[in-house]
């Protein structure tokens, strides 16, 4: 077993006085419908949190999804835990930080949002952004389009081509038992074997016996969770048997969770998204827990308008972060992006450097795209 990591600590700016937290609800069309073993999204609705204190402000996103499946926790309820858990604790006489919120181990991505926005408002007064104050030396983060389970191979293959055509530099396709190395196989012949293939199955195989042998051969950059988050011998066994590397997502809730897999070689690699994990300041301690092993990272995402992509690529700078993830540009999700549209240079995403997130949406793309409204004072 490998020595156990000490927690990292980030020295955050001083905490800040908050007033109000704004709570909106905003329902972005997609420009490609994307479908999941969990269900065909048509439109990406998040919640963006806003507090604003007599000194700051600060931006955060929610991005859970509109249904329990990749998580235990779906939109509304991540909503209603923003409103009623997260949002009461920050209002009021006494100043707040991110590093100290509580654990809410049910509410993952609620806490993330409002730690998001927190960290947005501390850091905004110092001129830092989230990126510096991480330590993340990368100016850009390679970018990965992401191709839904919709379709037959054929068209898998189209869409492939046309990503890389867009200047994509890594491919992942979602996979399921039934739909898997045909699909790969298409993409791999149309792409060539220059371009990054992952596969993810969202932890839809019944056991490791049950992946095909032949995705092996098809030099995947990973297998992203075949099994389920808590088949951790199933996992080893892959791990063990199979050369392709083992990446875990849903495996990974926290840095325990995680750690408890890598102790038992449940796995070769991570996927690191801040939302899945309880908020930035958890990836970042992840971040240290893998890098200090010599496991690589993978930059996750979850479709997330321009604010939670901001934080996505702060966290993406981190140099643990040796292999290209999820990230893409703004007009691979959206016709308008609630922030300044992030866009592909050279197959690369700009890091934002200014201040806090270094984005701030923009007042008249909320307005049209805002669903629902709610404002929690002291
Ligand atoms: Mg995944």
């Known amino acids: 077993m490998n020595a156990r990591t000490a927690p990292t600590v980030i020295e955050l700016p001083a905490p800040v006085a908050i007033d109000r937290v704004e709570l909106i609800r905003v329902r972005l069309p997609l420009v490609i419908p994307f479908e999941t073993i969990h269900g065909i999204l048509e439109n990406r609705e998040v919640l963006l949190v806003h507090v604003v204190g007599p000194h700051t402000e600060g931006w955060g996103e929610c991005s859970a999804l509109p249904t329990i499946g990749y998580a235990r926790e ?8 923003v409103r009623d858990v997260f949002a009461p604790l920050l209002v009021g006489d006494t100043d707040v930080a991110a590093d100290r919120l509580p654990d809410e181990p049910r509410h993952p991505m609620a806490r993330a949002a409002i730690e998001m926005a927190l960290l947005d408002a501390q850091l905004r007064p110092t001129g830092f952004s989230l990126r510096t104050l991480l330590g993340a030396d990368a100016e850009t983060a390679p970018a990965g389009a992401t191709l839904g389970l919709g379709g037959g191979s054929a068209a898998l293959a189209d869409q492939a081509e046309q990503a890389v055509a867009d200047g994509y530099l890594r491919l992942k396709c979602k996979i399921e038992p039934g739909r898997d190395a045909d699909r790969l196989e298409a993409v791999r012949e149309r792409v060539g074997s220059d371009v990054e293939l992952a596969a993810d199955a969202n932890g839809t195989y019944a056991s490791a016996n049950a992946v095909p042998r032949v995705l092996d051969e098809l030099s995947l ?13 199933g996992l080893a066994k ?3 048997e199979r050369s392709t590397l083992v990446a875990l997502d849903e495996t990974a809730t926290s840095v325990a969770t995680a750690e408890a897999a890598l102790d038992a070689d449940s796995g070769n690699a991570v996927v690191l998204k801040a939302a899945r994990l309880g908020g930035v300041l958890e990836a970042y301690r992840l971040h240290d827990l893998c890098r200090g092993r010599g496991i690589p990272l993978i930059p996750g995402g979850l479709l997330e308008s321009g604010v939670g992509r901001a934080a996505a690529l702060a966290v993406a700078a981190l140099p643990g972060c040796t292999l290209t993830g999820d990230l893409a540009a703004s007009d691979r999700y959206f016709a308008e992006d609630v922030t300044e549209p992030f866009v592909l240079d050279d197959g690369h995403l700009r890091v934002p450097d200014g201040p806090g997130l270094g984005v701030t949406p ?3 793309v909320l307005a049209a795209h805002t669903v629902a409204t709610e404002t929690v004072r002291a």
């Open 221 to 233: 950059q990973c297998l992203e969770q075949p099994l389920a988050a808590d088949d951790l011998p």
């Open 238 to 240: 892959l791990t063990r």
């Open 362 to 364: 923009r007042a008249d």
């Open 74 to 81: 779906d939109l509304d309820g991540a909503h209603r835990a």
